[in-house]
């Protein structure tokens, strides 16, 4: 690259000089974590009859990208009970809605989601119902494009659980409002 003056290549390297210190704040900045929850759609495992030593999600801040790590979540009330035993549907959208309200409590929502891991535990039984009601909510919910998705069949915590399903979602810190409980 040629520049005509003195005064362009002096700008220049500057510019390139202001560049390189912006990469190495970066590259040294601290990574902000910490556990996220939502009282009022989930309990935490800590406090279930036989505790669990998990966070329901964490929140890692990366310099105006905030990731949310949501952990897996199932049909589970705010008391830490199963809900809707034996009725896949009900179930899903339950953790459907528990999702949904972690996701509330970080001032993000669906469209925010860009990966899901799906645990059924009876894949074969299970998948033509799960595929019909997670297209059901993803159009509910406007989604476009959709999260990659992966499904598992899995042998879940708790023998009544019929579905669990982790979420990554990614979005601008910027755009949120903080929202305590």
Same mark, same amino acid.
């Given at each position: $690259?040629?520049?005509?003056?003195?005064?362009?290549?002096?700008?220049?390297?500057? &510019? $390139?000089?202001?560049?390189?210190?912006?990469?190495? @704040?970066?590259?040294?900045?601290?990574?902000?974590?910490?556990?996220? @929850? &939502?009282?009022?759609?989930l &309990?935490?495992? #800590?406090? #279930?009859?036989?505790p669990s030593?998990?966070?329901? /999600?964490?929140?890692? +801040?990366?310099?105006?990208? @905030?990731?949310?790590?949501?952990?897996?979540?199932?049909?589970?009330?705010?008391?830490?009970?199963?809900?809707?035993?034996g009725? %896949?549907r009900?179930?899903?959208?339950?953790? #459907?809605? &528990?999702?949904?309200?972690?996701?509330?409590?970080?001032?993000?929502?669906?469209?925010?989601?860009v990966?899901? @891991?799906?645990?059924?535990?009876?894949? +074969?039984?299970? #998948?033509? *119902?799960?595929?019909?009601?997670?297209?059901?909510? %993803?159009?509910?919910? /406007?989604? !476009? =494009?959709? =999260?990659?998705?992966?499904?598992?069949q899995?042998?879940?915590?708790? =023998?009544?659980?019929?579905?669990?399903?982790?979420?990554?979602? $990614?979005?601008r810190?910027?755009? *949120?409002? !903080?929202?305590?409980?």
């Amino acid at each position: $690259m040629e520049f005509g003056s003195k005064k362009e290549k002096d700008m220049e390297q500057s &510019n $390139m000089s202001t560049f390189a210190e912006i990469l190495e @704040t970066i590259a040294h900045a601290p990574i902000q974590k910490r556990a996220i @929850t &939502n009282h009022g759609v989930l &309990n935490e495992a #800590y406090a #279930y009859p036989k505790p669990s030593s998990f966070s329901r /999600g964490m929140r890692i +801040d990366l310099n105006g990208l @905030t990731i949310l790590l949501i952990s897996g979540t199932a049909s589970i009330d705010e008391h830490g009970q199963t809900v809707h035993v034996g009725d %896949f549907r009900a179930q899903l959208r339950r953790t #459907y809605d &528990n999702i949904t309200g972690l996701l509330a409590s970080e001032g993000c929502t669906w469209h925010d989601i860009v990966r899901t @891991t799906c645990y059924l535990r009876d894949i +074969d039984r299970d #998948y033509e *119902v799960f595929n019909e009601e997670r297209t059901r909510f %993803f159009k509910e919910m /406007g989604l !476009d =494009p959709l =999260p990659a998705s992966t499904g598992i069949q899995a042998h879940l915590c708790r =023998p009544e659980l019929l579905v669990e399903i982790e979420a990554i979602a $990614m979005f601008r810190s910027e755009r *949120v409002v !903080d929202s305590k409980e």
